[in-house]
């Protein structure tokens, strides 16, 4: 069986799955915004598409639409002025769970055609994407178009090639033959059907809500589940236009809209907790807090939960050869997005006795030193500072700031805000830089999400290793970045921290960074710390999202003479 | 890298992982129980083996024993008196997982050699085993021979085949590079690391202690885990001589034995709760009632948990062609192993206006009779009757039996007892069948565990078939066998069975029974209704066990002139 939208994006689809079994370098999605790529028009077009959506109503067509919701504020200072349907749940589940019934029963050929032309269609709209991820986020443009964009399709589309993978693992039919006598032999037509888990959900966050929410979104789509798209109240445009997308592309092929459909809420009434809980709810993919992660772990029972929540990350800096570009590396890294990434290192552990680099020892105060000068140099420049750092997505970041530069830890550098052109408004702040021993452990050892950095002075390197996978094990992370040019300090840590489940980098300068995660090759949150329990992507990841019940049918077969044995086995 | 063991059963390995995928017959262990295969002496010195177990201390020299605890009794009327050791878990549990680090370090080659080492030893004592599991049981020989040796092991062998499959699936190493400017490529060596889940947990249960433990016993061991076996405490010496033999052959190839451990429990003092939702404990593996399995669904949510369940089957009888053939193949399936199976049919679906066969039409009371009258020609014969029943392993099914018999429905055959030559002492019942109505579902819509059926007078086989799926949906149900000779009753059937997670059988006469589930092509338990929420085996069972961790360090790239662009991708 085959469908017109599989066989048009058929070199796509093989061409992803070989991505994932290679893992080496591969996109599908142009990450330039570029007019040679996306049309000469493509930019002007989606910053006007954008800018058609604020002020008013975004409509959905969808069943149990009870009043209007939303309220998001823009981190660049403006209100966006749109509101979403509110949903009844019990009305807009139950039309998830029949809406389904058509989508599961189609060939899997089907679905995996609809998700990627679902992706091809929102890659195109990537400008206008890039609105609306940019003024929800605080991400800078760049960022926005990128992350929000092509990143978010490749990650989008990896889900769907582990899921096509997985569906076509166990043959349609087959013909199971055994001798059951001398001279009996049964014989029975086996069939294998795919039966989707349940209705989804999808949890979105506010930093990067397709990035984070198109793998899960995708693969329960592809394994022939309905999707519920819940996004951050911070966030919703960017979901909804993708919600929007996948409605158009269900119709225009013949199955129901209601396939993929949204449950916007707002701060003050919060529905995560009665949708995620509610039974025709099979399937929860959760990115967000840890606190309420674990929540939805304990509690979301009757689902199979896939969270990717919060870390402590840290830099080890053991030894260097070149300690400038090592700065300028890390400098980049805590800036990136005011370190509102789930990626971003938060503590760079130095030993007390300093550096040696290929110049010769540096004190623990120059390495310092060297990082604050490097952040310094970096946004020094207020238009690429400004683009770089981008906002503060939410305010209580800002309080966390203040709180961090006020608990009596040496202050190296200050948050000082950055001046933004384009949106004077804009929530900004640059990375607050702090000195602390490693016995001050009430400091450091706990996630303070944003731009804020623990310098922390540790007996030597084996101290900073431990001390990594120890927050690591008690508090989760997501990376950890190495620096050594000791082959042996490298080994070790990397067996540290590896068998505390987290992705090492080592040694990055350069224009590769810790905070990084490459589809088709990079398996973002290992699944194997408190930082959360799934991986983008792996088997795993959509594994559980259906499941195979086989029909078997009895067939006559001829008696034979003892003579004629047919083995058909031991 | 590879390993002697590796390379010793590779060739199983390969035609394994084949057959999961082909699922047609195959089965690595011989089922019969031959001299030719076994070895002449086998049988004999399996008995003698067995019988060298009883009255006296099973000996495992694990940490943390603190006592001994064991008192099985026989349903065939005998005490064991075996006792084990009884763990605290306080020390067993942290040594689990510092055994777990060798054992996680070493190659997938090795362990997974490992793996099919054990289960090959195991193989050569499977008359041993058949004793162990018949007297602890209650199955009768060739089915404690079959389902405890073989068919056990066959379950084993799949499980180690889909991890050998995930382990690989990702690349041990591969360079990445990306052109990050005209200029410039950025090169990353990336390493895969495969790390496993935590200590593992199986629990197994008195019926099937081998059959419904293996699958998770060597999942979880080929991917690297630790695995503390928690046997029923009414079926512990299947499990500790598979403990010993996997300690043994686990120490002579240089790892350390506590990768695999015993924790036994005695009735009254059950350690189940405490041992799953300990932190060490990342992994679950149940079989056993529903009530307990979902309290362990939701409340080890520190681990992941896969369970094997209960449920109410059916069978759907609509049409025939040959009754006797049908009615032969059903009172098999109803009184093999007194109906003690998850799979075993509990509720038989049957139109008020009876049934038409090859020989005319038949009324209700005309099947009904004939399959009373086929379960009393099978057990007619007290050697085969006792050979086919085996014994009730649980007293309260007797209460149960009784409990049914007394409820008001009309007893179309009593439970008698059939005598046991060899066992006099044997607790043996032969199923019990009553007549209900289909609005009596007070009493047919509920499990009752053991050799009970109902027959349903139902308004015609469009409600059969409702019935079936809401049984399903509501309370779970691994099997469902369907007669029909119509097509189109066929498809309706298997659709609305299908979509409620149930496998179905259909027609079956002759030597196939729905309540047999072969390894390498059915799966057993679907996963997707009440009665499990993981299958034997798909890449789900075993894809979650494991994480992949890596690491990727910076390698220098000789810059390159704009003219020498090297395209590493888009």
Known sequence: MSHPLFDRHRETLEAAVAATRARGYWSAYPEMPSGRIYGESAKADGQAAFQARLEKPFEIDQPGTVGQVGAEESPYGTTLGITYPQADLAVLLPAARQAMRGWAAAEPEARVGVCIEILDRINKRSFEMAGAVMMTTGQGFMMAFQAGGPHAQDRGLEAIAYAWEEMTRVPRQVTWEKKVSKTDVARLEKRFHLVPRGVAVVVGCSTFPTWNGYPGLFASLATGNAVVVKPHPGSILPLAITVEIAREVLREHGFEADVVTLAADAHDAPITKELVTRPEVGIVDYTGSSEFGTWVEQNATQAVVFTEKAGVNAIILDSVDDLKAVTGNIAFTVSLYSGQMCTTSQNIFISKDGVDTAEGHKSFDDVAGAIVKAVNWLLGDARRGAEILGAIQNERTLQRIDQAAGEGAEVLREASPVENEQFPDARVRSPLIL???????????????????????????????ELTAKAARELGALTCSVYSTDPDVLRRAEDAVIEAGVPVSCNLTGQVFVNQSAAFSDFHVSGANPSGNATFCDAAFVATRFRVVQSRVQVPVEAQAPEAETHAGV
């Open 435 to 465: 000195k602390v021993d490693h016995s001050q452990q009430n400091l450091y050892m706990r996630e303070m999400f944003g731009p804020i950095v623990y310098i922390v002075a540790t007996q030597g390197t084996d101290q900073s290793i």
